[in-house]
């Protein structure tokens, strides 16, 4: 729940590796956003993944705050190895 971003060349828990459009007017409810974002973001944890059996991943959808701003994404997210 709680997380500080940081520079990628500063030491950090987790990495970014791909963000996922979430397409429409408004904000889409958290399932809906899940919905989509959950085969892409799992597809591209496995790419990463030293073994594509067993891996860890994250999602991260945009605030109210951030939708109203233009972000139209949701990043995905794996332990920085």
Known sequence: KQFRRVA????????????????GKA????QAASARMEPACR???REHADDPLAFRWSEERPTKQQ???????????????
């Open 43 to 45: 597809d591209a944890a």
């Open 8 to 23: 990628c060349a500063r030491k950090h828990a987790w990495t970014a590796i791909a963000t996922v459009d979430l397409p």
């Open 67 to 81: 939708w109203r701003a233009g972000q139209r994404y949701g990043i995905c997210w794996v332990p920085a190895g």
């Open 27 to 30: 904000l889409p409810n958290p």
